[in-house]
């Protein structure tokens, strides 16, 4: 049975135990707030919200935020340094920006699009929530280490230390009983127990592993691989790795669809290890069921495709450009390029809010 949607986070600075913080209202403007149409999957709470991307420019330590449908800028704002990604709350209520710079994580309140206190955090690089809401996952890449933490105060509960280097991205298996998480430095993958954090295996996967995704049929997981260009089919039960589709050059994020018939692989177009271009950025598109590549999107011009979300309708996917300092959105139904804003220097793991979904198990949307 196909897993339709997959996506985001939970979250909050010091509010009361079981909802998100209440952000301070700011002097300066604000996004004008146009309410969302109605979308289905979309909950209910989030249908006056403005549709709105937000995009993390690592290497400016702002935030640049759009709106879709005007295909503009609407405010830039400063947070802490090297903000790598945007991450829905798990009760959907706050957006997380992840500044592993600055050891801090930024709340924005999406209402106004507008940003409140940071809040003091070991090294977020990337951020999950576990299926049931108990606790925060900060991926703590320096340190070597995931982070348990209470999803709205962030109070530390408990630390695990992990058998590999450059821990990255990971997604939970569909019972939510355990998660793969990716190490880039050292090509593992490793299968972790949700509730005792226990190593369960370790998988010696490719070159360079990114984004982890639970593909639609919820059977098994894709695996991003830099340097091999193409995405890892991986069992995650025996923890072995069962196929390989090639996708193109510099393969980093994986995006199912919210139907689950097409998974979406960006692929940069540029490998940092070999400092410098070897081929122009695109976008694959995989059959849902099958994981055939169907499809491949170039970015005209070149580009460099990383990280993003769809609309909330679906019919638009919004992506950062990591090395060209702008933002690309990709018409779902034709492959064409629709948007191309210039924002900040080194755009990251950007999001699109709202989504369809009943909670957020983090990264830049992996909503469920």
């Known amino acids: 049975m196909a897993l339709a ?20 209202a700011l002097s300066s403007p604000t996004p ?3 309410p969302s149409p109605p979308v289905a999957g979309l909950r209910a709470d989030l249908h006056t919200l403005p549709v709105r991307v937000y995009v993390p420019n690592s290497l400016s330590n702002t935030v640049t935020v ?3 449908a005007k295909q503009q800028a609407l405010v830039t704002f400063r947070v802490g340094k090297a903000p790598q990604h945007v991450v829905p709350s798990y009760d959907l209520r706050v957006l997380w920006v992840n500044n592993n710079g600055a050891d801090t994580l930024t709340p ?20 999950y929530f576990t299926p049931d809401g108990r606790f925060a996952v900060v991926v703590a890449e320096r340190l070597q280490r995931l982070d348990f933490r209470d999803p709205h105060t962030f109070r530390l509960v408990a630390s695990a230390a992990v058998p ?3 821990p990255n991205h990971l997604d939970f298996s569909r019972d939510g009983a355990y998660f793969l998480l990716s190490c880039e430095f050292d090509g593992r993958l490793v299968k972790m127990d949700t509730n005792s954090r226990r190593v369960l295996g370790v998988l010696q996967l490719g070159a ?28 995650g039960e025996r923890l072995r790795a069962v196929g390989f589709i090639r996708t193109g050059i510099g393969a980093h994020g994986v995006y199912p669809d919210f139907q689950g018939r097409r998974v979406y692989v960006t692929n940069r177009g540029w ?15 995989l059959d849902g069921r099958t994981l055939h590549l169907l499809l491949r999107w170039p970015v005209p011009g070149g580009g460099s495709p990383d990280m993003g979300n769809f609309t909330p309708d679906g019919q638009q996917l919004w992506l950062s450009g990591r090395y060209d300092d702008e933002v690309y959105a990709f018409d779902t139904r034709s492959g064409t390029l629709v948007a191309r804003i210039r924002v900040g220097r080194g755009p990251h793991g950007l999001t699109v809010w709202p989504q369809p979904g009943r909670y957020s198990l983090g990264h830049t949307g992996n909503m469920r």
């Open 5 to 24: 949607l997959v996506v985001l986070g939970l979250a909050a600075c010091s509010g009361p135990a079981g909802r998100s913080p209440t952000l301070p």
């Open 32 to 34: 004008t707030q146009v």
């Open 66 to 68: 759009l709106d879709p």
């Open 108 to 127: 924005i309140d999406p209402h106004s699009g507008r940003p409140g206190p940071p809040v003091a955090v070991a090294d977020p690089y990337n951020l």
């Open 164 to 166: 590999c280097r450059g």
């Open 208 to 235: 360079m592993p990114q984004d982890v995704r639970l593909a639609p049929d919820g059977s098994r997981f894709l695996v991003a691989d830099l340097i091999r260009d193409g995405v890892h089919v991986v069992d």
């Open 271 to 285: 490998h940092t290890v070999y400092g410098g271009r070897r081929g122009p950025g695109s976008v694959a598109v």
